[in-house]
Every structure is written in C-alpha cells, then in structure tokens.
C-alpha cells in the first residue's frame, strides 16, 4: 500500500441530520468525501481542504479510495 493511500480512512457513521448512515471519508484525520444514499441514487459530497486551497491526489488513488468506500458501504446495507 502506498503512503499516500495508507492515510486514508473510511468509515461509515451514523449522523442525526441524516435518515440512513453515510460513508465518510478522510485523509489525515480530514473529511474528503461524504456519500450518501437517502434515495434510489447515491450520491458525493466533497468537502473543501480547510488547510489548502484544494485536495489533489493522483487520480488513481483518488478511483481507488472511492472504489473501496462505494464497496464497504454498499456492504453495509
């Protein structure tokens, strides 16, 4: 596993202002991404970086980590 890929946490929460859990997702201890599926389609929320301008990582690390989260929360259900 890469470095950049090992600071990276999925997990999947159960939030008040939510019906259903959401599958989050951070690097370094910082919320990337949220997914959500409160109906028939899910969807992606992308949280600004509030240390930089923007995020970037390699797109295949960015697919990968989806990937892998689409899977555990979609296994969660």
């Known amino acids: 596993m890469s ?21 989050e997702i951070y690097y370094d201890h910082i919320q990337w991404v949220e997914i959500s599926h409160e109906d028939e389609d899910m969807k992606i929320q992308f949280y600004s970086n509030p240390e930089k301008n923007y995020w970037e990582f390699s797109l295949e690390t960015a697919l990968t980590v989806l990937e892998q989260a689409k899977k555990k929360f979609l296994g969660s259900k």
């Open 3 to 23: 470095t950049e890929l090992s600071k990276f946490r999925i997990v999947i929460a159960s939030i008040p202002d939510r019906e259903n859990c959401v599958c």
